[in-house]
T-cell receptor, first 114, second 110 residues
Framework: DTEVTQTPKHLVMGMTNKKSLKCEQH?????MYWYKQKAKKPPELMFV???????INESVPSRFSPECPNSSLLNLHLHALQPEDSALYLC?????????????FGPGTRLTVT | EDQVTQSPEALRLQEGESSSLNCSYTVSGLRGLFWYRQDPGKGPEFLFTLYSAGEEKEKERLKATLTKKESFLHITAPKPEDSATYLC???????????FGTGTRLQVFP
């Protein structure tokens, strides 16, 4: 099974709201990723967790706060977002981050900031 | 700097009309090159990993090949359900990141 699940599928939030995106995998993967994707653009890496520790932060604004409670779960906490943050947020996982293992993506959360 | 360029940006094919998509890359030591398929509003679906020049992989109507500078995704006798955006990505030895190309949007008409 190569499934990565994400909830919710859709999220509409105001600029003063606080919300969280959730991601789960049961493949025993030790690397998990958050990407942001705008329309007709490729995925843009935000964060990488390796063995539950943050290993890469691509200079993402602090209004995005990642959390990895355990090896199967990844959260993205959102606070005081801007309309330009509206996008498809993708979670991915791979066996490890330091070798060329393929990343498996979830279906994404479509976020709209009003 | 690691870089990936895909061409063409968009491709329209008649059903059964075979063609190839190109992925040119510049990377300081290639760990792996990846092909993904993405349907609108969905997450990318993994297709292939290629590790070294000369390697080839096949899956149904798709065949991926790799040279030292580029990769091709050959689509043989495509069907309308092959319509999607095809993304190429590379991982170099000096990074844990995937560098994505901008993709090729393929439309196959019956």
């Amino acid at each position: 099974d190569t499934e990565v699940t994400q909830t919710p599928k859709h999220l509409v939030m105001g600029m003063t709201n606080k919300k969280s995106l959730k991601c789960e995998q049961h493949m025993g993967h030790r690397a998990m990723y958050w990407y942001k994707q705008k329309a007709k653009k490729p995925p843009e890496l935000m964060f990488v967790y390796s063995y539950e520790k943050l290993s890469i932060n691509e200079s993402v604004p602090s209004r995005f706060s990642p959390e990895c409670p355990n090896s199967s779960l990844l959260n993205l906490h959102l606070h005081a977002l801007q309309p330009e943050d509206s996008a498809l947020y993708l979670c991915a996982s791979s066996q490890e981050s330091s070798s060329p293992y393929e990343q498996y993506f979830g279906p994404g959360t479509r976020l709209t900031v009003t | 700097e690691d870089q990936v360029t895909q061409s063409p940006e968009a491709l329209r094919l008649q059903e059964g009309e075979s063609s190839s998509l190109n992925c040119s890359y510049t990377v300081s030591g290639l760990r792996g090159l990846f092909w993904y398929r993405q349907d609108p509003g969905k997450g990318p679906e993994f297709l292939f990993t290629l590790y070294s020049a000369g390697e080839e992989k096949e899956k149904e109507r798709l065949k991926a090949t790799l040279t030292k500078k580029e990769s091709f995704l050959h689509i043989t006798a495509p069907k309308p359900e092959d319509s999607a955006t095809y993304l190429c990505a590379v991982q170099g030895y000096n990074t844990d990141k995937l560098i994505f190309g901008t993709g090729t949007r393929l439309q196959v008409f019956p």
